[in-house]
């Protein structure tokens, strides 16, 4: 299966991604992850790529596009995969098409994920994750513990910096801008299906699953 996961910042991309790819065994591609852990060990994308994300813009095309050909071409993506923040902008989006071509590979779907913005910035100003195994607390929902260590890796439980109140707002006014085209984009291909993110995990994954499952995949 090669899926897309589409929606604004917080609606649950990530959580969903990584169920998929418990149940399929395909790997979950996230720009964003990537492009963190470029940051963190400072190479030469990471430099690059750390004033945008701190303003909760996006990176450069250029830099995304080069950073996913190297990956889609990985042994493991072979039986498929899910992209989660990628593509973000219409030339990221042909950029993939051409890309896929060259594969000879065809996507089996776009899976656009909707939750209101008022719900979207309650679950990101809440937000937790561990420094070091990216494992995801959140203070209503999964409050970490009270000493901050992630019980998982030992690693320290922070807030991510683009998840304070003025990012967020920029982040979710960059994807009305720059990536909401891409709804109509892949509707044109007739790829695109739109669950309701706005239930709890488990439900939000049956409804992807049924999705795909319409589309007899
Ligand atoms: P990225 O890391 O992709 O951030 P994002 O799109 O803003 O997405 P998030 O990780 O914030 O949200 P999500 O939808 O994955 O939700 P999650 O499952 O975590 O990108 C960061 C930055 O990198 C960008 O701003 C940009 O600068 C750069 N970048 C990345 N990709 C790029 C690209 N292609 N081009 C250019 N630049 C790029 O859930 C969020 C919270 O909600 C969690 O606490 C979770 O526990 C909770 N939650 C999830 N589901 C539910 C539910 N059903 N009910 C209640 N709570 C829930």
Do not use: W
Not at 1 to 27: D, E, N
């Amino acid at each position: 299966m090669r899926l897309i996961l589409l929606g604004a910042p917080g609606v649950g991309k990530g959580t969903q991604a990584k169920l998929i790819q418990k149940q399929f065994h395909i790997p979950q591609i996230s720009t964003g992850d990537m492009l963190r852990e470029a940051v963190r060990k400072e190479t030469v994308l990471g430099r690059k790529a750390k004033s945008y994300m701190e303003k909760g813009e996006l990176v450069p095309d250029e830099l995304i596009i080069d950073l996913i050909r190297e990956r889609l071409a990985s042994k493991d993506c072979q039986n498929g995969f899910i992209l989660d923040g990628f593509p973000r902008t219409i030339p990221q989006a042909e950029a993939l098409d051409r890309l896929l071509k060259e594969l000879n590979l065809e996507l089996d779907g776009v899976v656009e994920i909707k939750v209101e913005q008022e719900k979207i910035i309650q679950r990101l100003s809440n937000r937790r994750v561990c420094q070091r195994c990216g494992a995801d607390y959140n203070l209503i929902t999964n409050p970490p513990p009270s000493d901050l260590i992630c019980p998982i890796c030992g690693g320290k439980i922070v807030q991510r910096p683009d998840d304070n109140e003025a990012t967020i707002s920029n982040r979710l006014e960059v994807y009305e801008r720059q990536t909401k085209p891409l709804r109509d984009y892949y509707s044109q291909q007739g790829k695109l299906k739109t669950v309701n993110g706005d239930a709890n995990v488990e439900a939000v994954y049956q409804a992807i699953l049924e999705a795909l499952r319409e589309d007899g995949k």
